[in-house]
């Protein structure tokens, strides 16, 4: 655990107000506006403030947030963490259905949802008696019925005011993020405040590690400008957004993923560093190949979300080392990058996870959970401050994948001189020896009646 850092989300994001005049949020969609820290701050405390005191909501109730990458949804959320109330980031291209289960689910008493997204969840919430907050509300100037508010209509946010006066404690829960399962229906995986509170300070930890490796003193360096293209609902988008956050970075957003808009919205607000899957990360460089654009103030290419190909590498080495590789490692059950792989190691290993932070304990485990020997393969189990306390209302599967305070990855791991390698999925591997059980015994039988 980290002995200096907050002990829950609303301390974490309080302490950026100090940033003031420093842009924050910048959109990238004309016409948007942006916010700076100070002004970001404001609108979220009032935001809090009437969550808490007009709509009477109190610490536990949860908060659903759904629209795509825009500066409001930041408001949104962490309107939601200064109340004290559990925020529940949902998928904006769902259908109708799929917010239905994941409502039904949740429980949520508010909605914070654009006006693209309110007609899926207008029935939900009326039924329910659920409060509305319509960001973007163009069509819907006036409020279709008495729980509905329209975001634009709310009083301006005094930037002197404070959040309201609730209590939140590291023990109670702070998020819950829904992943796609197997079963065809999303997962909720339920983080408390001190968990999350650790997944903020990871990123401090990583840039820290980062700047070493370039032969750099921390925290000495100008603060970032990402160019974030994770979706906002997803816990990779959270790892960039509270490493931006912890530094007084500003993050440029876009809508859907292009490349030729991704270099564009480099050159005009001078990104540093790149935050995506690295599938965008290649089509990125693509086309800066194809067009001849050298994004000259890039110094990061910052994947995460799946296993890098290892031809990023060669990619990047083709520029020189002027930008520098980095890959996060971790589910949302861990709370997003709870190890990292960058810089002169990320190319020669490029297929590494890397190494945890100092806040998070690595197992290989054996057959019985046993600890395995460095050299030798197994499941990775991780443990730590970040890691999420189970899943949503389904004590079946907490017990089957959190074991004794460590969770089962299901990825299969082995270590090298403190690196975690994964070569694969222990699901696929018992897959492939299942089939490979079945054909012996096939070709036994076929051996046989010959």
Not at 73 to 101: H, S
Not at 166 to 176: F, H, K, L, M, Y
Not at 394 to 402: L, R
Request: a negative charge; hydrophobic letters at 40%.
């Amino acid at each position: 655990m980290y002995a200096d850092g907050p002990r829950t989300l609303r301390e974490f994001v309080e302490t950026t107000w100090a940033f003031g005049d420093r842009p924050f949020l910048i959109s990238g969609v004309a016409g948007e506006r942006g916010y700076a820290y100070g002004e970001f701050f404001a609108a979220a405390s009032a935001l809090a403030c009437r969550l808490s005191d007009t709509y009477g909501l109190r610490p536990g109730d949860r908060a659903v947030v759904a629209m795509p990458n825009r500066p409001e949804w930041q408001i949104a959320f962490w309107a939601a963490q200064l109340a004290g109330l559990v925020a529940v980031p949902l998928d904006p291209r769902w259908t109708e259905a799929e917010f239905t289960f994941a409502l039904d689910d949740s429980g949520p008493r508010v909605l914070l949802v654009d006006g693209e997204r309110l007609p899926p969840v207008a029935d939900w919430a009326r039924k329910a008696g659920a409060r509305v907050v319509v960001f973007h509300a163009e069509d819907h100037r006036r409020a279709p019925e008495d729980h509905v508010e329209r975001y634009e209509d709310l009083p301006a946010p005094d930037p002197l005011a404070a959040p309201p006066e609730v209590e939140a404690r590291p023990e109670d829960d702070a998020t819950i993020l829904y992943a796609a399962r197997a079963t065809g229906r999303p997962q909720g995986i339920v983080a408390t405040q001190l968990a999350q509170a650790g997944a903020a300070r990871n990123p401090r930890f990583h840039a820290a590690t980062s700047a070493l490796g370039r032969g750099a003193v921390p925290g000495q360096e100008s603060a970032p400008v990402t160019l974030l293209t994770f979706p906002f609902f997803h816990v990779a988008a959270l790892s960039s957004l509270y490493a931006a956050m912890s530094a007084g970075g500003s993050v440029v957003l876009m809508g859907d993923w292009d490349a030729e808009e991704a270099l564009r919205l480099i050159r005009e607000h001078r990104v540093t560093n790149y935050a995506g899957t690295p599938e965008t990360a290649l089509d990125l460089l693509a086309e800066a190949d194809r067009t001849g654009d050298r994004p000259e103030s890039l110094r990061m290419l910052d994947t995460g979300g799946s296993a890098p190909p290892h031809d990023l590498v060669a990619r990047l080495a083709a520029r020189g080392e002027r930008i520098e590789p980095y890959n996060g490692y971790g589910p949302a059950e861990t709370g997003g990058a709870v190890m990292a792989n960058s810089g002169a190691e990320y190319r020669l290993h490029p297929g590494s996870a890397g190494r945890p932070t100092p806040s998070t304990e690595v197992r290989i485990a054996g057959p019985a959970g046993e600890a395995l020997p460095e050299g030798e393969t197994g499941e990775l189990w991780l443990r730590g401050q970040a890691l999420a306390r189970g899943y949503w209302r389904d004590e079946e599967a907490t017990a089957k994948a959190f074991t004794g305070g460590w969770f089962r990855t299901g990825d299969l791991a082995v270590i090298h001189d403190g690196r975690a390698d994964v070569v694969g999925r222990k699901a696929e591997s018992a897959e492939k020896a299942e089939k490979a059980e079945s054909a012996e015994k096939a070709e036994k039988a076929e051996s046989a009646e010959t």
